[in-house]
């Protein structure tokens, strides 16, 4: 399937890259190869596709896709952000050592802290805003280098480039989860990392009704360990699930224009209300590191976090009183959502030195009126 020149414009390569019109009708919409098998023409001679866990023509096109946005070389897909991670996880062996960002989605920190810890595998937390800290916690055995920006739930903003080079001074693996950010507002690639890490039922899918994972990247040796994982554990998605990535991913660039606008009108009205205390929000002039945000990302994104006079108590009033904003978990999609991230999202990690705090509200910013959002906001605060 054809891959839309990287020189074209970010919307382009959406809507092209892997999206030739059907051979056999012409249809223009890349079909849902619903299948678990694949005819074979002679014993070991097949048409590019065997079975549906190894490949699937739907797939392809949402793999091939996905590797455009990115500006990477491959891409492959999951059935979850979680199943992408567990298969870098895979590439590790016993007595290995990971350094993680101190401010990461829960289920993340879960996965290597309770599943691979069983395993053999150490791990570091570091505040990764701290490169010093960084260069410290690498040890001989450290193969990864797990970064997040901007971070979940904190909306820290950490430097790519300048922390790949020190997971390569080290010869570990530099990956990025640019799950907040998409490839439309960040491609870490072209900034030094190895692996890119996608939960794509967030802002790739768009409208809350997929689940899907993704890891993109350069190097041709990682793609086939990260294959034959993906095929030998089979943590895919069906052809549908691909499909809908597929199809939010057309509309990625303006989706998140949108965010991006009614993120920072909101996060700017917060700042000036009298009952919050703090703001989030890597557009904020006030963000420490909104000079590198402006750098390597081409706008701020859909997601911030504020605190409130009044802490958890103030926290649980507002998120229960808002009517546009859903209380839900998740993100990403066009629809505004509200959660505590302590109480949700993030309860894998209470109790430890990652924990948020207990009065943190995350919203989800969709692409509504701006007026009826801010609206909405004050009277669940008020």
């Known amino acids: 399937m054809k891959t839309a020149p990287h020189k074209h414009g970010f919307e382009t390569i959406a ?151 020190i997971a390569h001074k080290a010869h570990a693996l530099a990956v990025v989860d640019n799950t907040f950010a998409s490839p439309y507002l960040q491609q870490p690639t072209k900034l030094g990392a190895d692996l890119v890490l996608h939960s794509t039922t967030k802002y790739l899918g768009g409208h809350s009704d997929v689940v899907g994972g993704a890891l993109a990247g350069e190097d041709a040796e990682l793609h086939d360990r990260l294959a034959f994982v993906q095929n030998a554990a089979g943590g895919v998605p069906g052809p549908f699930d691909a499909w809908l990535v597929l199809r939010g991913a057309k509309t990625l660039g303006l989706r998140m224009d949108r965010h991006s606008a009614n993120a920072q009108a909101i996060a700017e009205w917060l700042a000036e209300h009298p009952k919050v205390t703090r703001v989030n929000y890597p557009g904020l002039a006030s963000h420490p590191q909104h000079a590198l945000a402006r750098r390597q990302m081409r706008a701020f994104g859909g997601m911030l976090s504020f605190e409130l006079r009044g802490g958890e108590a103030s926290a649980k009033r507002v998120a229960a009183r808002t009517k546009i904003f859903a209380l839900a978990e998740s993100l990403g999609g066009v629809e505004s959502l509200i959660e505590l991230p302590l109480a949700m999202t993030h309860g894998s990690v209470r109790g430890t030195k990652l924990a948020p705090p207990a009065g943190l509200v995350r919203l989800s910013v969709g692409i509504e009126t701006i007026d009826d959002l801010i609206a909405d906001l004050a009277q669940a605060i008020a």
């Open 15 to 165: 809507i092209h890259a892997g999206q030739d019109p059907e051979g056999l009708t012409g249809a223009v919409v890349v079909p849902i190869f619903q299948t678990s098998t694949f005819a074979q023409e002679a014993v070991g001679k097949n048409k590019g596709y065997e079975y549906a866990r190894t490949g699937n023509p739907t797939r392809t096109a949402l793999e091939t896709c996905l590797a455009a946005l990115e500006g990477a070389r491959w891409a492959l897909a999951f059935a979850s952000g979680m199943a992408a991670s567990d298969a870098v996880a895979h590439l590790l062996s016993k007595g290995d050592h990971v350094v993680m960002a101190d401010d990461v989605y829960g289920g993340t920190y879960r996965l290597f802290a309770r599943v691979f810890d069983r395993a053999g595998i150490d791990l570091t937390a570091v505040d990764m805003r701290k490169l010093d800290a960084v260069r410290r916690a690498v040890r001989a055995r450290t193969k990864l280098v797990w970064i997040e920006t901007p971070s979940n739930p904190l909306l820290k903003v950490l430097d790519i480039a300048a922390l790949a080079e």
